[in-house]
């Protein structure tokens, strides 16, 4: 049962003493076992949660902006539709991992998914951010409820490529937060090991909920996976999945709005409001927040619709006029969603012959609409530049 509320309505978190043995022998040496304090979330399963007005308005009207998105959305096309779905997620992956300091463009994500064995590190992080927000979107269309289990399987994709952590596994060691090499100094120290699993079931448990706004919803959860801070390493990118997958189940949403962009044009509120929630159990700064992110992200999903729209046009405009479904007709359709090619990823995507995946490609080379990126006559690989300047500006 959830302890009483606090000065802010929310009940508060409670504060454990925790003995921490550095693992390196030159820093046991410096600073033997210290005791800590670590912040323990409060259970809000079933907690019956005392919005504030202005907070139930800002939530209300987030809410209301998913709602109109989601009926405009119905009016746009097929090809549109997949191309921005696809677009939008490489943003969210995209300033998702630049919140944790990995920033790539969009041009390197996409080569690097086009030749996973030419990628370096950093692109090999960002790429699984990607394969994590696909696989929170497919939960999200998942009838079962969520679970742990889900949480642990997102976290091993995202970690499938990096060395030194095992993903999809809980963490068994104290971890704190902050830049500080003890968590004597550390800004925040979540729970012990011992309270993980618990916590993690109360967070599912209330995420499955269906009784409450969605927004406040997917703040709330959010900030409390935060809180927790489960695995050893990339729980943020963890937590931003965790958003994906309740808009999804609860809205419906094809195009899940990129909220992520917005929490990266300020950082230090993101962090600030998050920490107010964690350690002042005031979580209304933070659900304020993550509405004015939700709002402003969907309007980012219908200018992005647009721009893939303008896009098209001007693509169909500089190509010239072509019998319908022609091989340049059809590739214009399929360029917003893929935007590296060669002639066997055409001729897979289209079903055609090679030969004709080239003229396709040659033709739309001549009009400026396709660089080619490799070098000599074999093995050609075109980029669609003009894509990738568009995600780098969400």
């Known amino acids: 049962m959830a302890a009483d509320p606090g000065a802010h309505g929310w009940p508060p978190a409670r504060q454990v003493e925790v003995r921490w043995t550095p693992d390196d022998e030159r820093a046991w040496r410096r600073l033997g076992t210290l005791t800590i304090s670590a912040t323990v979330p409060p259970e809000i399963a079933g907690l019956d949660v005392p919005v504030p007005s202005a907070v139930a308005t800002m939530t209300a009207a987030a809410d209301s902006e998913m709602a109109a998105l989601d009926g405009w959305l119905s009016s746009s096309s097929g090809p549109t539709l997949d191309a921005v779905a696809a677009h939008l997620l490489r943003a969210e992956s995209l300033s998702s991992s630049r919140i944790e300091g990995l920033d790539l463009s969009a041009r390197r994500l996409a080569e690097a998914e086009f030749t996973p064995s030419a990628a370096k590190r950093l692109a090999i992080e960002v790429t699984a951010n990607v394969r994590a927000m696909q696989a929170a979107t497919a939960l999200g269309i998942e009838r079962h409820p969520l679970t742990v289990a889900d949480l642990c399987d997102l976290h091993a994709i995202l970690m499938r490529d990096v060395p030194g952590v095992e993903g999809g596994r809980l963490r068994t060691v104290q971890n704190w937060i902050g830049r500080s090499n003890s968590p004597a100094d550390a800004e925040y120290v979540p729970p012990p090991p011992a309270e993980i699993g618990r916590l993690l079931d109360d967070v599912v448990t209330f995420a499955n909920r269906t009784d409450l706004s969605v927004s406040l919803q997917a703040a709330i959860a959010h900030a409390q996976f935060e809180g927790i801070h489960p695995f050893v390493d990339g729980n943020g990118r963890v937590g931003r999945c965790l958003i994906g997958v309740i808009v999804r189940k609860r809205t419906g949403l094809s195009i899940v709005p990129p909220v992520s962009a917005e929490f990266r044009r300020d950082t230090t509120g993101y962090f600030a409001a998050l920490r107010a929630h964690q350690q002042d159990s005031n979580p209304w700064p933070w659900v304020t927040r993550f509405?004015?992110?939700?709002?402003?992200?969907?309007?980012?999903?219908?200018?992005?619709?647009?721009?893939?729209?303008?896009?098209?046009?001007?693509?169909?405009?500089?190509?010239?006029?072509?019998?319908?479904?022609?091989?340049?007709?059809?590739?214009?359709?399929?360029?917003?969603?893929?935007?590296?090619?060669?002639?066997?990823?055409?001729?897979?995507?289209?079903?055609?012959?090679?030969?004709?995946?080239?003229?396709?490609?040659?033709?739309?080379?001549?009009?400026?609409?396709?660089?080619?990126?490799?070098?000599?006559?074999?093995?050609?690989?075109?980029?669609?530049?003009?894509?990738?300047?568009?995600?780098?500006?969400?």
């Open 291 to 394: 509405s004015d992110a939700t709002i402003a992200a969907c309007a980012t999903a219908r200018r992005s619709v647009d721009a893939v729209d303008g896009l098209l046009a001007s693509w169909r405009t500089r190509a010239g006029r072509h019998r319908k479904g022609s091989i340049v007709e059809r590739l214009i359709d399929v360029l917003p969603s893929n935007t590296m090619l060669d002639s066997t990823s055409v001729a897979t995507i289209l079903d055609v012959d090679t030969d004709t995946a080239r003229r396709g490609l040659a033709a739309l080379e001549a009009t400026g609409i396709l660089r080619q990126v490799s070098a000599g006559r074999r093995n050609r690989v075109w980029r669609v530049d003009e894509m990738h300047d568009l995600l780098d500006s969400i």
